[in-house]
């Protein structure tokens, strides 16, 4: 099929995020070509403050070096600027010439720095904060000269004030407002953030206009509209952004304060164009930060790539100032009105200060200097409505609650809630990277950034992922720290059930695919997950046959020769004349070459054709004995009571029900069970998965035997004395097994590795827990309520082949002569 | 297609064939298994193993790979070669499927 054109204008963070959410919706839709005006591959613009601060480097903070684009099979024109959209022959032209047609169209201009038109604002020496160039330039200035002013004294002009101070220059802002950062500080914090940054060095003009600037070619200084004046030698505008939008407007696109963009982020003007960043107007807001552009780009992707109708709705956001040693969280409505309901912490000495608006118990707005550990959760809280009376007289000292030890941040993480944003700019939550930490292993901040996007944009969380990391492999590092299930994963068993369990996963393939399996999947693994989503989810799970192991699909034994083997139950060991005769006429009537007498007290027909054996279990007519599955075999007693002269109990009897109670159950591996009449234990009962013993007035039960490769004697649960009892425990221990076992794990290894003790507080001593238990297993029961080779006869009987159709025999001609 | 040698014997409908899971088909002494992938390709084999001459219509389907039931190996169906560090090849059969309707070339 022939590939649809997506060429997009502007090669930043806002585009270049949404072709990355493209290739991973569908790697193959589109030929991509992108031009970007600047002569860099697509770079983290936010971190253009700490790289004029000198705390990073230009190549630290390239995020799709030039390799990416061609792996991904994108043209990428560097350094070419698009002059104009012909719309009507759906191409686009660079400065230079080049051209692009396309199918699609993405403009992602970003916006462009304003500056203000005083006279003199066009001299030499007066510059913006925008990109590297600028970034360069400054470099190239701080070398020559020594005095910097800095226009705006919000976010950008404060940290370009600073790093312009660590390059070893004077540097003084002007703001025309009484607070700085007005749009997000109220103004005791400004103040604060002032007294703070002046002790830093950096100097302050603030509530003044500039009205010139002045010198010859280059500037030399700035005049006031109090009359007053500034000597500086560089001078930077950092007063706020416009939507880069003239190139749209030119070829006809509506505009309005940006490029106007539907929910979908489609102009509204041409269905085959779209916008993203902070070029486009959504719902009357064009935005000034990453965390809603990224919103906007996965959007945009969902929508091109034809997965469905998903609606930008605009966003919330919330700041932080990255200027080091300086701590400033802000979001919503902080102002509070006249008779607002405001709490406030001032803790002068510490340097803290905290408020928060509250609105019927709901956090309407937040203002943090100093401490900002808790700006995350209430960020979440206020986003989620949460209603915080109940808190309200601890909130400040600490969201996660009083009298923890300080703010030592692994507390805090512990206690934050699983959705609570730790990346604001990426939207990923706490749970997010949590789950990254533990199905991937990952141990180090920058696995977490890659697998995540986590603290690659601002940086602002990094620490908060640092904290993350520390308390998710503190506790959990010895859980998760034993061998991947096999070859196709790095995942190991626990972490495949847990991913399972919460992403609500029902298919083996599905499983495969969301937890991204190397290949097709082999006999370990498939048959693995297939137990686990069985086991998980009885109702609403079908069985896999395809990931079943030959044994288990057949519902017989595979033999060396490729035929198979029957055993029908004899529950207990115990027959009947009528069950003899019976085996044996099918015996003789399919011709079996061996009957044989097994270890587990029953008979095997062995050497059975697969065509013969539809017909031979419907003549026997005998539920099926389970010899070939990971599921209850037999069930093995002495005579017990009833005959033997030294028997306690009757031991055939509970052998035989509790073999028809646990019938037909999937296991993590095979399960025996002896019972036995007194301690001779003539039942062996000692070496198998569950033993019991008939002791005068009760049973012993004693689990986790094996008689197996490595024989282990059982260890004692416990002594119980009715046979109800017997049957309850071991439902609550055979549950326990189902649920935390590893597939082809039994339970001697399983018994060992888990902890008898532990065994025993949940399957014994907690009765709750037994009760709980024992209703999840008959629950189960419930849903495992035919026996497989009935359901075969009956679908055989109705000519329904297509289940089970594998068995039927199919002959054709050897030769047909041409 | 009209070559003489490729003539197409009728096996059975694909839906017949379980999916991601095998049929057997006898050719006289020759056991043949036909396999329906994942995609409703469809693959023909000799269903021997190379290694004790296991079924291999009964092992699991892994990708366009059968592993056999008895003790593993790795064949791939294209070519019926065994997967290292195994070694040995199984004859593959010319299989295809039109309107529903699996056919066979010896
Ligand atoms: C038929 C029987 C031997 C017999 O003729 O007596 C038998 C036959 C097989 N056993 Fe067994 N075991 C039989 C009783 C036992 C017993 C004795 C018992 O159950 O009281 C044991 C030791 C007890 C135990 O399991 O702890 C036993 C320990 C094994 C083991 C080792 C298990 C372990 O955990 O170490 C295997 C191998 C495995 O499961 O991976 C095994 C595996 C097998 C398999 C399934 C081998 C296979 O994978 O093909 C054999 C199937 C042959 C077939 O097609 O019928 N069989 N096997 C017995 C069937 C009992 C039944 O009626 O179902
Ligand atoms: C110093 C600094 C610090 C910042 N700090 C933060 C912060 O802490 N948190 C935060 O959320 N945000 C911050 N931002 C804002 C953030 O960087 C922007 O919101 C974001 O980069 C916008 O992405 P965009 O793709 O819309 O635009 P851009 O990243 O600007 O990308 C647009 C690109 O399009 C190119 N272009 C324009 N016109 C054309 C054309 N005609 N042809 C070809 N190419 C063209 C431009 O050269 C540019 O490379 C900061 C910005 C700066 C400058
Ligand atoms: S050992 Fe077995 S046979 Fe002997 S008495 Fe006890 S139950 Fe009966
Ligand atoms: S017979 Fe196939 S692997 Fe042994």
């Keep these: 099929m022939l590939k649809k054109k997506l060429v997009m204008i502007g090669n930043g963070m806002a585009g270049v995020r949404a072709i990355e959410e493209i290739l991973q919706a569908n790697p193959d839709m589109f030929d991509i070509t992108i031009f970007g005006a600047e002569k860099y591959p697509n770079y983290n613009r936010i971190m253009l403050s700490p790289v004029l601060a000198g705390d990073t480097t230009v190549e630290d903070i390239i995020l799709n070096d030039e390799q990416w684009y061609a792996d991904n099979g994108i043209t990428l024109h560097m350094g070419k600027r698009i002059k104009e959209i012909q719309r009507g022959y759906k191409k686009v032209i660079a400065e230079d010439g080049t051209e692009a047609e396309y199918d699609n169209l993405i403009i992602a201009t970003g916006s462009d720095p304003f500056i203000i038109p005083v006279p003199g604002h066009d001299k030499d020496g007066v510059m913006a904060f925008r990109d590297i160039d600028d970034c360069d330039k400054m470099f190239a200035a701080a070398k020559k000269y020594k005095k910097a002013a800095v226009i705006g004294g919000g976010l950008l002009g404060l940290e370009a004030a600073k790093g312009l101070l660590n390059l070893g220059m004077e540097a003084t802002v002007i703001h025309d407002q009484a607070t700085l950062m007005n749009m997000q500080l109220d103004s005791v914090a400004g103040e604060m953030l002032r007294a703070d940054l002046e002790e830093q060095g950096m100097h302050f003009k603030v509530s003044t206009l500039t009205t010139e600037v002045m010198g010859d070619k280059r500037v030399s200084g700035l005049k006031f509209k109090d009359g007053s004046s500034l000597d500086c030698d560089l001078l930077i505008m950092a007063v706020g952004i416009r939507p880069n939008m003239a190139l749209a407007k030119d070829s ?23 916008s993203v960043g902070e070029c486009a107007e959504h719902r009357g807001i064009a935005y000034g930060l990453v965390a809603p552009l990224f919103e906007q780009a996965k959007v945009l992707a969902y929508q091109i790539t034809g997965q469905g109708l998903k609606a930008y709705q605009g966003s919330v956001v919330s700041t932080k100032l990255k200027v080091s040693g300086v701590d400033v969280f802000s979001a919503g409505d902080f102002m509070g009105g006249p008779g607002a309901d405001v709490l406030e912490l001032m803790d002068r000495v510490g340097g803290v200060y905290k408020k928060l608006v509250l609105e019927d118990d709901k956090i309407k707005g937040v203002v943090m200097f100093g401490d900002t550990a808790d700006g995350p959760t209430f960020f979440q809280w206020m986003q989620d409505g949460k209603d915080v009376s109940e808190q309200r007289s601890s909130l400040l000292f600490s969201a996660s609650g009083l009298g923890d030890s300080g703010h030592s941040g692994i507390d805090l993480v512990s206690a934050m809630a699983d959705d609570t944003i730790v990346c604001g700019c990426n939207g990923v939550s706490k749970k997010d990277v949590v789950d990254a930490i533990m199905t991937k292993g990952l141990t180090t901040r920058k696995e977490v950034t890659s697998c995540t996007k986590a603290a690659g944009s601002c940086g602002g969380c990094a620490d908060l992922v640092d904290q993350l990391l520390a308390s998710t492999l503190g506790t959990a590092f010895v859980e998760s720290d034993h061998e991947p299930i096999c070859g196709c994963t790095d995942l190991n068993h626990e972490q495949v059930k847990e991913q399972i369990k919460t992403k609500k996963l029902t298919m083996v393939r599905e499983v495969m695919n969301v937890l991204e399996w190397k290949g097709e999947g082999c006999q370990v693994c498939r048959p693995a997950i297939n137990y686990y989503i069985g086991m998980l989810f009885p109702e609403d799970s079908e069985d896999d046959r395809s990931s079943r192991i030959a044994n288990e699909k057949m519902h017989a034994n595979i033999q060396k020769d490729g035929t198979f083997s029957v055993i029908p139950r004899i529950y207990g060991g115990e027959t009947t004349p009528d069950d003899l005769i019976r085996i044996a006429t099918v015996a003789k009537k399919y011709d079996v070459p061996t009957v044989k007498i097994t270890g587990g007290q029953r008979i095997d027909l062995l050497g059975v054709k697969k065509e013969d054996l539809t017909a031979m279990w419907k003549d026997l007519d005998m539920p099926s004995g389970f010899a070939y599955g990971k599921a209850l075999r037999t069930v093995k007693t002495c005579v017990g009571s009833k005959w033997c002269r030294f028997g306690t109990q009757d031991s055939t009897s509970l052998g ?75 439902k609550a221990y055979l549950q326990h097994y189902r649920e935390t076992g590893r597939h082809n794990e039994r339970t ?20 709750e827990s037994r009760k709980a238990l024992v209703a999840r297993m008959d629950a189960y029961i419930a849903t495992q309520d035919q026996d497989p080779w009935a359901a075969r006869v009956a679908d055989a009987e109705k000519e329904q082949l297509n289940k089970f159709s594998e068995y039927k025999r199919i002959d054709i001609p050897v030769r047909v002569e041409a | 297609m009209g070559n003489a040698t490729a003539a197409w014997i009728e096996v059975c409908k694909l839906d017949e064939i379980p999916p991601s899971q095998a049929r057997t088909v006898n050719a006289g002494d020759t056991v043949i298994a036909v396999f329906r992938l994942t995609d409703d390709r469809v693959k023909a084999i000799e269903n021997r193993c190379p290694h004790k001459h296991g079924p291999l219509a009964e092992g699991i389907i892994s990708g366009d790979d059968i592993l056999c039931p008895l003790h593993n190996w790795r064949i791939h169906l294209d070519d019926g070669v065994v997967a290292a560090p195994d070694e040995g090849c199984v004859k593959t059969y010319p299989v295809k499927v039109e309107d529903g309707q699996v056919f066979l070339s010896l």
């Design chain 1, 252 to 274: 006809g696109i509506y505009c309005n304060r940006g490029i106007v963009v539907n929910d979908y982020m489609q102009t509204v003007t041409d269905p085959a164009i779209y």
């Design chain 1, 656 to 730: 035989i029900h509790l073999e028809k109670r646990l019938d037909r159950i999937w296991f993590p591996a095979k399960v025996k069970f002896g019972v036995s009449g007194c301690p001779r234990n003539c039942a062996e009962a000692t070496i198998k998965d569950i033993g019991i013993v008939g002791v005068e007035g009760g049973w012993e039960i004693s689990t986790g035997g094996n008689g197996g490769v490595h024989v282990v004697a059982t260890e004692l649960l416990c002594i119980v004395e009715t046979a109800e009892e017997v049957e309850e425990v071991s």
């Design chain 1, 748 to 767: 001697a290894p399983w018994q060992k590795r888990v902890g008898l003790d532990s065994i025993k507080a949940l399957v014994v001593d907690d009765l």
